[in-house]
């Protein structure tokens, strides 16, 4: 029998995170101060977020070791993760290269944000902060944070991306069963929100706009702090349990990849897989292909500026270099809430830059379109966002055929679906919508 799954024991999860920092073919530029464009003071950062993570943003260590605490609920909540290759889907494109996949859906939130969520609850109740405030895009951040902070008891205040929160009302439940306060974004509850709905009172939100609400909120309550689902180093960190489980699974497979996929919006589950991997290529041991997959409604990667930028449409953030189409670009409202984002995480600029990480982006019809095949052939339905990389393996696979390559292709199917069937209906039905972008306010207001 072929080996088509492998599964770690509890007691085999790996105890530390990578930083990549100290392996960057550059040095990561300094955030700056939003007042006065120079180097931020990390005791400013203090007030928006936990201290412990102030301190992991900037670490110069390159292995950080997970709490006790935090792998015990770890284990809780799903991980270690199961690495599973997709058999049905290499015959379906009648491709020689063998296609394996990180599957994060399967922890009890169904994606990958609880990793880093509940890192960041865990040291927010250690200070003593009472409540996290975030933004969440189609809800998968929100949802994890939620939970988070029934765990460790805070109380979670969520400004969830109008568009979102529309298309997608039972996220809304789960996090509000999980006990967390949701608010579409724009919302009226801001002084920012208020300026976007005067300007439209149909605005259908996003990620920077969200950002905005949730930072404002935190700096009118001293008990309160600010909690990130993608973009940062520290919330990349947190991630990479998942690359460093799926190394120790791929030996046990007897395989190594020589192709690393993975969707992006800010970049915490593409980073997740791929950067434990990509550490050996930066130390000249490996020649693994990395892939970053983005929509073509917010492409970032592909269309996006190299250069600082505000991290929300609000201006409320420290200006942080990287690839941008603009803080007030208006993403339009594709099914992917999570990949509605304006800017992209510094460090994975930076890989970009190099080329040692290849961009491509496509259309939702596209990647829907994918996930079909994936939930016909696999029988897991990806989240939008995970579609996205799903597409990206297919692409690689059909040129492995033409090539005649045997690829081993690796990608981190972030989470499933089954509470996104909004854009399945739409994309089955024949209503789905491609945006193709026309302008980008890159430098607007900078």
């Given at each position: 029998?072929e080996k088509v799954k492998a599964v770690l024991k509890p007691e085999e999860m790996p105890k530390k995170w990578y930083n990549i920092?100290?392996?960057?073919?550059?040095?990561?530029?300094?955030?700056?101060?939003?007042?006065?464009?120079?180097?931020?003071?990390?005791?400013?950062?203090?007030?928006?977020?936990?201290?412990?993570?102030?301190?992991?943003?900037?670490?110069?260590?390159?292995?950080?070791?997970?709490?006790?605490?935090?792998?015990?609920?770890?284990?809780?909540?799903?991980?270690?993760?199961?690495?599973?290759?997709?058999?049905?889907?290499?015959?379906?494109?009648?491709?020689?290269?063998?296609?394996?996949?990180?599957?994060?859906?399967?922890?009890?939130?169904?994606?990958?944000?609880?990793?880093?969520?509940?890192?960041?609850?865990?040291?927010?109740?250690?200070?003593?902060?009472?409540?996290?405030?975030?933004?969440?895009?189609?809800?998968?951040?929100?949802?994890?944070?939620?939970?988070?902070?029934?765990?460790?008891?805070?109380?979670?205040?969520?400004?969830?991306?109008?568009?979102?929160?529309?298309?997608?009302?039972?996220?809304?439940?789960?996090?509000?069963?999980?006990?967390?306060?949701?608010?579409?974004?724009?919302?009226?509850?801001?002084?920012?929100?208020?300026?976007?709905?005067?300007?439209?009172?149909?605005?259908?939100?996003?990620?920077?706009?969200?950002?905005?609400?949730?930072?404002?909120?935190?700096?009118?309550?001293?008990?309160?702090?600010?909690?990130?689902?993608?973009?940062?180093?520290?919330?990349?960190?947190?991630?990479?349990?998942?690359?460093?489980?799926?190394?120790?699974?791929?030996?046990?497979?007897?395989?190594?990849?020589?192709?690393?996929?993975?969707?992006?919006?800010?970049?915490?589950?593409?980073?997740?897989?791929?950067?434990?991997?990509?550490?050996?290529?930066?130390?000249?041991?490996?020649?693994?292909?990395?892939?970053?997959?983005?929509?073509?409604?917010?492409?970032?990667?592909?269309?996006?500026?190299?250069?600082?930028?505000?991290?929300?449409?609000?201006?409320?953030?420290?200006?942080?270099?990287?690839?941008?189409?603009?803080?007030?670009?208006?993403?339009?409202?594709?099914?992917?809430?999570?990949?509605?984002?304006?800017?992209?995480?510094?460090?994975?600029?930076?890989?970009?830059?190099?080329?040692?990480?290849?961009?491509?982006?496509?259309?939702?019809?596209?990647?829907?379109?994918?996930?079909?095949?994936?939930?016909?052939?696999?029988?897991?339905?990806?989240?939008?966002?995970?579609?996205?990389?799903?597409?990206?393996?297919?692409?690689?696979?059909?040129?492995?055929?033409?090539?005649?390559?045997?690829?081993?292709?690796?990608?981190?199917?972030?989470?499933?679906?089954?509470?996104?069937?909004?854009?399945?209906?739409?994309?089955l039905e024949g209503r789905l919508n491609d945006y193709e972008p026309k302008e980008f306010p890159i430098l607007e207001g900078s």
């Amino acid at each position: 029998m072929e080996k088509v799954k492998a599964v770690l024991k509890p007691e085999e999860m790996p105890k530390k995170w990578y930083n990549i920092l100290p392996d960057l073919p550059e040095p990561l530029a300094p955030p700056l101060d939003q007042e006065t464009d120079k180097p931020i003071n990390p005791e400013k950062l203090k007030r928006i977020f936990a201290e412990e993570l102030v301190k992991q943003e900037m670490s110069s260590k390159r292995f950080i070791e997970i709490p006790e605490e935090i792998l015990e609920v770890y284990i809780k909540i799903g991980r270690p993760t199961p690495l599973f290759r997709a058999t049905h889907l290499e015959k379906a494109l009648k491709t020689p290269a063998r296609i394996y996949f990180k599957y994060e859906g399967a922890t009890i939130t169904g994606s990958h944000k609880i990793n880093t969520a509940l890192a960041q609850a865990y040291y927010a109740k250690n200070q003593g902060i009472e409540r996290l405030v975030t933004e969440t895009g189609a809800g998968q951040w929100g949802t994890a944070l939620s939970l988070a902070g029934a765990l460790f008891g805070l109380k979670i205040r969520v400004y969830m991306a109008r568009a979102s929160y529309q298309q997608k009302p039972y996220r809304k439940i789960l996090m509000q069963t999980y006990g967390a306060e949701i608010y579409p974004s724009p919302s009226d509850r801001t002084s920012i929100g208020r300026k976007f709905l005067a300007q439209d009172p149909n605005h259908p939100g996003g990620l920077g706009i969200a950002i905005s609400e949730a930072i404002e909120d935190v700096l009118n309550d001293e008990n309160a702090r600010y909690s990130l689902g993608s973009v940062l180093n520290h919330v990349l960190m947190h991630q990479t349990i998942i690359g460093e489980e799926a190394r120790l699974q791929m030996e046990l497979l007897d395989e190594e990849p020589t192709t690393i996929v993975g969707c992006v919006g800010g970049g915490s589950n593409f980073a997740g897989l791929a950067y434990p991997f990509v550490r050996d290529v930066l130390k000249g041991k490996a020649g693994y292909e990395f892939y970053a997959i983005e929509p073509r409604a917010a492409p970032s990667m592909t269309r996006g500026v190299y250069t600082y930028d505000y991290g929300d449409s609000g201006r409320l953030t420290p200006k942080i270099k990287m690839h941008t189409l603009g803080h007030t670009y208006y993403v339009p409202p594709i099914h992917a809430g999570g990949l509605r984002y304006h800017g992209l995480a510094p460090t994975l600029s930076i890989l970009i830059n190099h080329g040692i990480v290849k961009p491509k982006a496509y259309h939702q019809t596209e990647i829907f379109e994918a996930a079909v095949l994936f939930a016909r052939t696999e029988g897991i339905v990806p989240a939008p966002e995970s579609a996205h990389a799903v597409k990206g393996v297919i692409d690689l696979a059909l040129k492995a055929k033409e090539n005649g390559e045997k690829k081993v292709i690796l990608f981190n199917l972030s989470g499933h679906g089954l509470l996104d069937l909004k854009g399945y209906e739409d994309f089955l039905e024949g209503r789905l919508n491609d945006y193709e972008p026309k302008e980008f306010p890159i430098l607007e207001g900078s």
